[in-house]
């Protein structure tokens, strides 16, 4: 094999109390990486998949995964990345965690598989520290589908979970922009003990109510009372928002990843599209236009596809 | 109905990280409350149950929860009561909420059963609290069997958890007291964020592998960051308890309830078995005896038993 396509859709991280410990791979749009094998040792990046991202193979997300895969599988060749790019760039959707994750399944199905799903996050880990910081939750999702906790990430050890196919994710970003960076340094470095522990008790019904097809129970876990505080005033319209999500239907609604995109859960496709249009009128009334994307959970995760055009030595 | 008999299981609380909100109820020793209609409208303590156990129904779990009962139901009648204890006193093994729950249950039939569930934890947290401390953790198991998650005390919300039948549990009490207070004055107040959902992960491991009966998982999720490190100095032998049963095969150990009570964890008998002996022979190197229970997980929680000896009114 000298050349493979795969895609790796988007998700939610921090999905409502999981805070860098749980996602959720949502069906749909998501990142693509084509891989070809190259004489020499090299990573080049011949389409980053946007203007603003770099071509510098030591910048972009897939060819930092992809030389991580290399260098733990102790093979070296080299590569040409073609990305396209399915996801906002930096929205809370999982963007840079899904080219991180095609660039390294792309690599490793290109030196024969070597590494596994452990290792495989692993490699797309070193990708996601560089370009949005040291977590798993959009990874995991972004590899195995589903929903993924993550019970460890030092050695890693992540748990994927059922979730059931009913469930209907609204995906909604406003028109303004948020660095994942600013996200994260809003976070609290202490928190009080009986905080802490109601959001492990959230967190444990977030996965008891997936688990078991409680998806009533699902929705009312999505109650985070450790980042979603910090970062609201970061995003305006986003009480609103949620307050008009849940009175149109919505399980449960929360930021997505660091945002500004958030997410709201529900039943079934009729109570989702209510909830998006709730949450367009809402922004709106903010001020602010909003990026609607309704979706089921993608439960297969990374996946080669069909090579659609051949790309052209140069 | 103007008698009743009914009985209440023990229960690990504090199951792990899971601090206040994970309880699991253990088969084998529990608590009975014998209860007789009376006329007049007061509750007397026939039996305590323990030399030790005030007979002021102010002061005693069952004849408080029984109280709690009646005033939530609006009912009023006379009550007698008839504790047996089969539980230690302040062990660890939830033992005032297995009174607490047998004597709101038992209150309750007596008066045509008009609380529910939830109606019947809020009762019997009343007396856990006056006894205890204000948490459900050892209440909800002891009514309702098996793995309790609790996911909020105000408003109730608990939720009841499969547990795989195979999975046995090590109780091993050391001969020596610590009281609940002196266990929960030792817990941090405030939690480093990267502790708190490193916690949070963990008790979302333990949910998972009870719900999907990966047993391996719970096990090694049993990993407390919060409660244990801050209690072991409070129990002597502990920290060589623990190893010397995860040496043996349990798949996760740590504090029962605020101790002095050790639990472990295990997939079969025979292993379980080893692990006690393991324990015990810990102990007696750090100069204590051990007492020690095998069980498996009570499925069922709270239920009417036959009335062994005619309680005698005076």
Known sequence: MTIVRVFAPGSIGNLGPGLDIIGLAVGGAGDSVTAERTRGGQIEVAEAGHPTLSTDPDRHAAAIAAAAVFRLARRRTGLRIWCEKGLPLAGGQGGSAASAVAGAVAANLLVGSPLDATRLMEAALVAEEAVAGRHLDNIAPALLGG????????????????????????????????????????????VSRSTALYQAAQVAGVVAGATTGDLALLGRSIDDRIAE??????????????????????????????????????????????????????????????????????????????????????
């Open 147 to 190: 929903m993924t906790l993550i019970r460890s990430i030092d050695p890693i050890d992540v748990i994927r979970l059922r979730v059931p196919a009913r469930l209907r994710i609204v995906l909604a970003k406003p028109s303004y922009e948020l660095r994942t960076r600013d996200g994260r340094s809003a976070l609290p470095d202490t």
């Open 229 to 314: 505080p910090a970062r609201a005033p970061l995003l305006p319209g986003f009480v609103e928002a949620k307050a008009a999500a849940l009175a149109a239907g919505s399980l449960g609604c929360s930021i997505s990843g660091s945002g500004p995109t958030i997410f709201a859960l529900a039943a079934d496709d009729r109570t989702a599209r209510r909830i998006g249009l709730a949450i367009a009128r809402s922004y709106r009334r903010s001020g602010f236009e909003t990026t609607l994307r309704i979706g089921s959970v993608d439960s297969t995760g990374a996946r080669e596809r069909p090579i659609v055009r051949r790309p052209t030595s140069r």
